[in-house]
């Protein structure tokens, strides 16, 4: 079965301490790992799509990176406007629908 | 920018009634999403729709269906609302290649009294 684990639940850091998300997941033929962000009472917000191992990308203080039962969200000296949760799907070898994670709650404070 | 619009932002509805959630999307895409979110579940698929007429059930489909007549438009809709249908509903679509990103709606919060 497939599954998806994002960890720690939540976490706080202060602003510029760095931090990174964690996401592991089983899934059958992997076809792409996705990365949102969410904003309280909004829908999710695209970030990245990983597709092999070794890839990464990067967006501002955001870095993703994949290997092959692992994703990580590298923040960079976070800034309060980063807090948010973050999602993690990949997506299996049938690609009917993302598998979501629980998402991680990140809080940045001054 | 691509925009998925969700018709009602807030809604209060009673037990027992029935419920309708609308979805547009101006993307022209072909496959169309509904979760819902509950805290400490996630988002969890309830139904989605490969093209216009089609349909299949996702991990949670009990007491919901859905109508897909357009190709930008997908309901959703509870046939008698319980208590525990209460959560955020999101509706998100993409196009029909299975590892290209979904484009999320802004969510409808529900509360079943």
């Known amino acids: 079965e497939d599954q998806v684990t994002q960890s720690p639940e939540a976490l706080r850091l202060q602003e510029g301490e760095s931090s990174s998300l964690n996401c592991s997941y089983t899934?059958?033929?992997?076809?792409?790992l996705f990365w949102y962000r969410q904003d309280p009472g909004k829908g999710p917000e695209f970030l990245f799509t990983?597709?092999?191992a070794g890839e990464e990308k990067e967006k501002e203080r955001l870095k993703a990176t994949l290997t092959k039962k692992e994703s990580f969200l590298h923040i960079t000296a976070p800034k309060p406007e980063d807090s948010a949760t973050y999602l993690c799907?990949?997506?299996?070898?049938?690609?009917?629908?993302?598998?979501f994670g629980k998402g991680t709650t990140l809080s940045v404070s001054s | 920018d691509v925009k998925v619009t969700q018709s009602s932002r807030y809604l209060v509805k009673r037990t027992g009634e029935k419920v309708f959630l609308e979805c547009v999307q101006d993307?022209?895409?072909?496959?169309m999403f509904w979760y819902r979110q509950d805290p400490g579940l996630g988002l969890r698929l309830i139904y989605f729709?490969?093209?216009?007429?089609?349909?299949e059930k996702g991990d949670i489909p009990e007491g919901y269906s859905v109508s897909r007549e357009k190709k930008e438009r997908f309901s959703l809709i509870l046939e008698s609302a319980s208590t525990n249908q209460t959560s955020m509903y999101l509706c998100?679509?993409?196009?029909?290649?299975?590892?290209?990103?979904?484009?999320f709606g802004s969510g409808t919060q529900l509360s079943v009294l």
């Open positions: 998100a679509s993409r196009v029909p290649q299975s590892n290209e990103k979904l484009f």
């Open positions: 899934v059958s033929g992997l076809r792409g």
């Open positions: 990983l597709y092999s």
């Open positions: 799907a990949p997506n299996n070898q049938a690609g009917t629908a993302l598998i």
């Open positions: 993307m022209d895409h072909e496959n």
């Open positions: 729709s490969y093209d216009v007429k089609m349909k």
